[in-house]
């Protein structure tokens, strides 16, 4: 993604978690006839991924066929007695909490030393991965700002393979959660486009964390 914040990623951080994707698969999903999803995005994404279980979850979910996924996962508290600990765990309940949550934040902290310094509140927008989901850049930015500060942060305080994990995992979460705002026409045509980003952010991502 161009970066809005993080596939919150930087343009080029956000361009780089964007720039390689998974080998099309051979059989076509069971999905490409469906008229919602008919679009020129909707169906180069259904042409990369085919029925690659994960894409046919997220179509299942937008489709009501299976329950909807929006769990965020646990993180830890704030114990105000050491402040390395409390900053990283700051962090993570910003970068790895809901859209709503993150904002408030921004809103209280961006551009001052507090409630912690050394925190990077710097966000780019989202790019694209490789030419998918071009229409959903902005739709997405949130999510893409919650996922640049996740990043941003956590790979100068706690740069582990599990830390970028949740915070994909996050950013697949709150996608989906702009996704399920959406009216039932609109919401499987997003929910495509929600796990090609996603998948950009796994395949391509490493390199900016």
């Not at 050491?82 to 209280?108: C, P």
Request: hydrophobic fraction near 35%; glycine fraction near 8%.
């Amino acid at each position: 993604m161009r970066r809005l914040a993080a596939f919150t990623l930087a343009l080029p951080l956000a361009m780089a978690a964007c720039s390689q994707q998974a080998a099309p698969t051979a059989s076509p999903s069971p999905y490409a006839d469906r008229p919602e999803l008919q679009d020129a995005g909707s169906q180069a994404i259904l042409a990369r991924y085919g029925n690659d279980p994960g894409l046919t979850a997220a179509l299942q979910e937008a489709y009501g066929e299976r329950p909807g996924t929006l769990a965020y996962p646990s993180v830890p508290a704030l114990n105000t007695q050491d402040y390395a600990s409390d900053r990283l765990a700051y962090v993570k309940r910003t970068g790895w909490g809901t859209v709503s949550n993150y904002n408030a934040q921004y809103s209280a902290y961006a551009g001052t030393s507090s409630p912690y310094t050394g925190l990077d509140w710097t966000r780019d927008g989202c790019s694209a991965p490789d030419g998918l989901g071009l229409g959903y850049r902005e739709d997405f930015r949130p999510a893409c700002n919650v996922h640049d500060f996740a990043y941003r942060n956590l790979k100068v305080y706690q740069r582990t393979d599990a830390n970028r994990l949740t915070s994909d995992d996050v950013f697949y979460t709150n996608m989906k959660a702009i996704c399920a705002a959406k009216s039932w026409y609109a919401r499987p045509a997003c929910y495509s486009a929600a796990y090609a980003y996603y998948q950009g952010v796994r395949i391509g991502g490493s390199d900016s964390f």
